[in-house]
Protein backbone atom coordinates (compact mmCIF):
# COMPACT_ATOMS: atom_id res chain seq x y z
CA UNK A 1 0.00 0.00 0.00
CA UNK A 2 1.22 3.36 -1.02
CA UNK A 3 1.58 5.79 1.80
CA UNK A 4 -0.46 9.15 1.24
CA UNK A 5 2.66 11.27 0.35
CA UNK A 6 3.80 8.65 -2.29
CA UNK A 7 0.26 8.94 -3.56
CA UNK A 8 0.61 12.67 -3.48
CA UNK A 9 3.58 12.65 -5.28
CA UNK A 10 2.53 10.49 -7.64
CA UNK A 11 -1.05 12.25 -8.73
CA UNK A 12 0.96 15.80 -8.59
CA UNK A 13 1.58 15.68 -12.41
CA UNK A 14 -0.52 14.63 -15.03
CA UNK A 15 -0.24 15.22 -18.69
CA UNK A 16 -2.34 18.19 -20.20
CA UNK A 17 -5.70 17.32 -20.97
CA UNK A 18 -5.36 14.09 -18.70
CA UNK A 19 -6.52 14.13 -15.28
CA UNK A 20 -4.25 12.15 -11.98
CA UNK A 21 -6.42 9.24 -11.13
CA UNK A 22 -7.13 10.89 -7.03
CA UNK A 23 -7.47 14.44 -6.44
CA UNK A 24 -4.32 15.69 -4.85
CA UNK A 25 -5.98 18.77 -2.81
CA UNK A 26 -8.12 15.83 -0.98
CA UNK A 27 -5.22 14.08 -0.64
CA UNK A 28 -3.22 16.69 0.87
CA UNK A 29 -6.11 17.50 3.17
CA UNK A 30 -6.19 13.86 4.59
CA UNK A 31 -2.66 14.05 5.00
CA UNK A 32 -2.55 17.13 6.96
CA UNK A 33 -5.78 15.04 8.85
CA UNK A 34 -3.34 12.60 9.29
CA UNK A 35 -0.44 14.62 10.59
CA UNK A 36 -2.73 16.55 13.17
CA UNK A 37 -3.99 13.39 14.87
CA UNK A 38 0.00 11.69 14.82
CA UNK A 39 0.50 15.15 17.04
CA UNK A 40 -2.27 14.80 19.16
CA UNK A 41 -0.90 11.42 19.87
CA UNK A 42 2.37 12.22 20.50
CA UNK A 43 1.41 14.72 23.07
CA UNK A 44 -0.57 12.13 24.78
CA UNK A 45 2.28 9.85 25.19
CA UNK A 46 4.99 12.55 26.32
CA UNK A 47 2.13 13.16 28.90
CA UNK A 48 2.20 9.94 29.53
CA UNK A 49 5.61 9.06 30.13
CA UNK A 50 6.13 12.72 32.20
CA UNK A 51 3.35 11.45 34.42
CA UNK A 52 4.75 7.41 34.89
CA UNK A 53 7.05 6.84 37.31
CA UNK A 54 9.07 4.13 37.94
CA UNK A 55 9.26 2.07 41.30
CA UNK A 56 12.52 3.88 42.11
CA UNK A 57 10.60 6.99 41.68
CA UNK A 58 12.02 8.21 38.42
CA UNK A 59 9.79 9.74 35.39
CA UNK A 60 9.98 6.86 32.37
CA UNK A 61 10.94 10.44 30.22
CA UNK A 62 13.87 10.33 31.92
CA UNK A 63 14.78 6.80 31.18
CA UNK A 64 13.69 7.90 27.40
CA UNK A 65 16.04 10.42 27.21
CA UNK A 66 18.90 8.61 28.75
CA UNK A 67 17.97 5.44 26.18
CA UNK A 68 18.32 7.87 23.26
CA UNK A 69 21.58 9.31 24.34
CA UNK A 70 23.00 5.50 24.31
CA UNK A 71 21.59 4.87 21.43
CA UNK A 72 23.14 8.06 19.76
CA UNK A 73 26.65 6.81 21.32
CA UNK A 74 26.39 3.46 19.98
CA UNK A 75 25.68 4.64 16.74
CA UNK A 76 28.86 7.02 16.33
CA UNK A 77 30.97 3.92 17.62
CA UNK A 78 29.11 1.49 15.52
CA UNK A 79 30.15 3.61 12.45
CA UNK A 80 33.72 4.95 13.94
CA UNK A 81 34.30 1.23 13.62
CA UNK A 82 32.43 0.62 10.25
CA UNK A 83 34.99 3.27 8.87
CA UNK A 84 38.04 1.07 10.06
CA UNK A 85 37.07 -1.73 7.51
CA UNK A 86 38.67 -0.70 3.94
CA UNK A 87 39.59 -3.12 1.48
CA UNK A 88 43.08 -3.59 0.74
CA UNK A 89 44.12 -1.39 -3.05
CA UNK A 90 47.61 -2.36 -2.48
CA UNK A 91 49.54 -3.67 -5.27
CA UNK A 92 52.90 -3.17 -3.86
CA UNK A 93 54.46 -2.88 -0.42
CA UNK A 94 55.41 0.66 -0.95
CA UNK A 95 51.61 2.03 -1.79
CA UNK A 96 49.67 3.65 1.31
CA UNK A 97 48.69 1.91 4.03
CA UNK A 98 45.53 2.57 5.74
CA UNK A 99 45.64 2.02 9.59
CA UNK A 100 42.88 2.69 12.37
CA UNK A 101 42.89 5.33 14.39
CA UNK A 102 41.34 3.75 17.04
CA UNK A 103 41.50 0.15 18.94
CA UNK A 104 38.67 -1.75 17.39
CA UNK A 105 38.52 -3.99 20.20
CA UNK A 106 38.03 -2.10 22.80
CA UNK A 107 35.90 0.33 20.75
CA UNK A 108 33.52 -3.17 20.36
CA UNK A 109 33.60 -3.48 24.16
CA UNK A 110 32.35 -0.10 24.64
CA UNK A 111 29.78 -0.70 22.06
CA UNK A 112 28.80 -4.29 23.93
CA UNK A 113 28.60 -2.36 27.11
CA UNK A 114 26.13 0.45 25.53
CA UNK A 115 24.29 -2.25 23.99
CA UNK A 116 24.03 -3.68 27.40
CA UNK A 117 22.76 -0.81 29.15
CA UNK A 118 20.48 -0.23 26.60
CA UNK A 119 18.65 -3.59 26.88
CA UNK A 120 18.38 -2.93 30.58
CA UNK A 121 16.67 0.50 30.10
CA UNK A 122 14.37 -1.49 27.07
CA UNK A 123 13.26 -3.99 30.19
CA UNK A 124 12.28 -1.38 32.41
CA UNK A 125 10.64 0.75 29.76
CA UNK A 126 8.54 -1.87 28.83
CA UNK A 127 7.62 -2.77 32.00
CA UNK A 128 6.80 0.68 33.05
CA UNK A 129 4.74 0.51 29.68
CA UNK A 130 2.68 -2.02 31.06
CA UNK A 131 1.32 -0.03 34.14
CA UNK A 132 0.76 3.03 31.73
CA UNK A 133 -2.99 3.84 30.87
CA UNK A 134 -2.58 6.09 27.57
Not at 28 to 56: R, S
Request: with cysteine; aromatic share 2%.
Amino acid sequence: MLSLRERIAQNALAQEGGAPREDVAKLIAECFAVIAEQQALVLKIDAANAAAKLPDGRPLAQLLAERDVLMQQHSVLKSAVDATHKEEDRYSPREIKWVPQIDVAATQKQMEDLSRKIRELNVLIQETNWRVEL
